[in-house]
């Protein structure tokens, strides 16, 4: 699982194209859906002046990485082609590096193809995959040719039915394992920075969601950079019986107990607000006794 480099020491830093990204502190990922059918967002940035804006606002409320989707992953959401997919994404990227040539662009899509074509346009710094390759055999490979950051995250199945998936003898064990091979697989094509996200709301329960948010400690055992996404999503509104747009208070509180589980990165709508949350942590976790 860990090769002789890893095993005691977690990576602490991604080479994202030349910018190292350090996570001696935890990171800010912000969303950019450029999609008309997202859960909470869907339709909000789909024309190119608001999605200016939100880029604008995202990159001021701190965040250290803007993930960029053209794809909506929300469970039941449609297909779309290929061809699609990019017709939404290139504007969006064409704009981020225009005016933001500094900014750590994610691109959140399972497609190798859109992968290839993101970096190879608008030289992307990392890829966000829901599916950790399970849907395009040829994304690992995609991966290791570009050799970008890549996020791999657990969700069996796909948008589409993966509600109906959500069955496990060992929820902790069953993805323990899901990463074990997939980490294993990509060190062995070449592929150096790896990211992992345990896939919050993707073929869970509200159940299983909170067991994998009590043990994201677990997944230490990979010491890799490990990635959390709860910002809005089911488990806080039909937990509270509230809407998304409500869910803003659930969202702090429960990314709050993922900094204390080992998160590194937060995947959010509201940058402001985990930056916030990142600041009051700190100072939590650096609080000593006696003064």
Same mark, same amino acid.
């Given at each position: 699982?860990?090769?002789?480099?890893?095993?005691?020491?977690?990576?602490?830093?991604?080479?994202?194209?030349?910018?190292?990204?350090?996570?001696?502190?935890?990171?800010?990922?912000?969303?950019?859906?450029?999609?008309?059918?997202?859960?909470?967002?869907?339709?909000?940035? +789909?024309?190119?002046?608001?999605?200016?804006?939100?880029?604008?606002?995202?990159? @001021?409320?701190?965040?250290?990485?803007?993930?960029?989707?053209? +794809?909506?992953?929300?469970?039941?959401?449609?297909?779309?082609?290929?061809?699609?997919?990019?017709?939404?994404?290139?504007?969006?990227?064409?704009?981020?590096?225009?005016?933001?040539?500094?900014?750590?662009?994610?691109?959140?899509?399972?497609?190798?193809?859109?992968?290839?074509?993101?970096?190879?346009?608008?030289?992307?710094?990392?890829?966000?995959?829901?599916?950790?390759?399970?849907?395009?055999?040829?994304?690992?490979?995609?991966?290791?040719?570009?050799?970008?950051?890549?996020?791999?995250?657990?969700?069996?199945?796909?948008?589409?039915?993966?509600?109906?998936?959500?069955?496990?003898?060992?929820?902790?064990?069953?993805?323990?394992?899901?990463?074990?091979?997939?980490?294993?697989?990509?060190?062995?094509?070449?592929?150096?920075?790896?990211?992992?996200?345990?896939?919050?709301?993707?073929?869970?329960?509200?159940?299983?969601?909170?067991?994998?948010?009590?043990?994201?400690?677990?997944?230490?055992?990979?010491?890799?950079?490990?990635?959390?996404?709860?910002?809005?999503?089911?488990?806080?509104?039909?937990?509270?019986?509230?809407?998304?747009? @409500?869910?803003?208070?659930?969202?702090?509180?429960?990314?709050?107990?993922?900094?204390?589980?080992?998160?590194?990165?937060?995947?959010?709508?509201?940058?402001?607000?985990?930056? @916030?949350?990142?600041?009051?942590?700190?100072?939590?976790?650096?609080?000593?006794?006696?003064?």
């Amino acid at each position: 699982m860990a090769n002789k480099d890893t095993l005691f020491l977690k990576k602490n830093y991604i080479n994202c194209v030349g910018t190292l990204l350090d996570f001696s502190i935890p990171r800010v990922m912000g969303i950019l859906n450029i999609t008309p059918d997202s859960f909470y967002d869907g339709g909000y940035y +789909y024309e190119q002046d608001v999605a200016k804006e939100q880029v604008i606002k995202l990159v @001021e409320d701190g965040a250290d990485i803007i993930d960029v989707g053209g +794809y909506s992953t929300r469970p039941g959401a449609d297909t779309i082609p290929v061809h699609e997919e990019w017709n939404r994404l290139e504007p969006v990227l064409e704009l981020i590096r225009e005016n933001f040539p500094d900014v750590i662009i994610s691109v959140d899509t399972f497609r190798s193809e859109i992968a290839g074509k993101a970096k190879a346009e608008y030289n992307i710094d990392m890829v966000n995959d829901i599916s950790a390759g399970e849907l395009d055999d040829n994304m690992f490979s995609t991966i290791a040719e570009l050799q970008v950051p890549y996020v791999m995250m657990h969700m069996k199945g796909n948008p589409q039915n993966m509600r109906h998936k959500a069955q496990y003898n060992d929820l902790i064990g069953e993805i323990t394992a899901y990463f074990a091979e997939k980490v294993d697989f990509l060190r062995t094509l070449g592929v150096k920075d790896m990211i992992i996200d345990p896939g919050f709301g993707f073929s869970k329960t509200i159940a299983h969601n909170f067991i994998l948010l009590r043990n994201l400690k677990d997944f230490a055992i990979f010491n890799l950079p490990l990635l959390v996404g709860l910002s809005r999503k089911s488990m806080i509104y039909k937990t509270l019986d509230i809407s998304p747009q @409500e869910s803003l208070n659930g969202t702090t509180a429960l990314n709050t107990l993922a900094l204390l589980q080992g998160a590194d990165i937060l995947r959010v709508h509201d940058v402001k607000e985990a930056r @916030e949350t990142m600041r009051l942590f700190d100072k939590y976790k650096d609080a000593d006794y006696p003064l």
